[in-house]
């Protein structure tokens, strides 16, 4: 079946560090692919999303690219702000979407 | 994008006791989801609803625990029956809305859920 794995997380950075979320896929077909983030307290909002290979999807400063050779869709920011601080999770399209763990983001400032 | 709420956003119930959790979405849609994350995980899918037919129901997951309702295209309500402190945890409600550039999953603030 279709499964999303993600880097274990907390990932803990320093305010204007670069950031990158490892997130690869297993799937059938041809999958639209997502990151959803988390903010404390708060449910999941859409980050970005791509629909196709070699699609890049952004939003916030926020990238990432559909690399269907090496089924991947890693996160990444050039540099990371005390606000970014949330969980972070990849996931794949569906009849029933699959998600990943999630990656828990630390920024100091 | 879709707006979805729900209701309520947070609650502390007694263990043997039951809460229904309303999640309502700005407009119709054919499938809505109920999800559950406990402190610190994924997310885990306890059933899917369309509106008309019954519930369908994860491995794990049973409908005497979890009763689930869907009067219409825009509204749905959990029940979490009989709880204990397991079931504490952040219950969410989703809904999936088509594009141009395909179906993107939407979901509400979730509804946080301590038993005591």
């Known amino acids: 079946g279709d499964s999303v794995t993600q880097m274990e997380g907390p990932v803990t950075l320093s305010e204007e560090a670069f950031l990158t979320i490892n997130c690869t896929y297993t799937?059938?077909?041809?999958?639209?692919l997502f990151w959803y983030v988390q903010y404390p307290g708060e449910g999941l909002q859409l980050l970005l999303k791509?629909?196709?290979?070699?699609d890049k999807g952004s939003n916030k400063g926020f990238e990432a690219t559909y690399r269907k050779e090496t089924t991947s869709f890693h996160l990444e920011k050039g540099s990371v702000q005390v606000s970014d601080s949330a969980v972070y999770f990849c996931?794949?399209?569906?009849?029933?979407?699959?998600f990943g763990r999630g990656t828990s983001l630390i920024v100091h400032p | 994008s879709a707006v979805i709420s729900q209701k309520p956003s947070r609650d502390i119930c007694q263990r043997g006791t039951s809460l229904t959790i309303q999640c309502q979405v700005d407009?119709?849609?054919?499938?809505m989801f109920w999800y559950r994350q406990q402190p610190g995980q994924s997310l885990t899918l306890i059933a899917t609803?369309?509106?008309?037919?019954?519930?369908?129901?994860e491995s794990g997951f049973v409908i005497d625990k979890f009763p689930i309702s869907r009067p219409n295209l825009t509204f749905s309500t959990l029940t979490v029956s009989n709880m204990s402190p397991e079931d504490s945890s952040i219950y969410l409600c989703?809904?999936?809305?088509?594009?141009?550039?395909?179906?993107?999953?939407?979901f509400g603030p979730g509804t946080r859920l301590l038993v005591l």
């Open positions: 407009s119709q849609v054919t499938m």
């Open positions: 989703s809904s999936r809305r088509g594009g141009p550039s395909g179906e993107t999953q939407y």
């Open positions: 609803a369309n509106q008309g037919s019954e519930a369908t129901y």
């Open positions: 996931a794949l399209s569906g009849y029933i979407p699959t």
């Open positions: 791509a629909t196709k290979a070699d």
């Open positions: 799937a059938t077909g041809y999958p639209s």
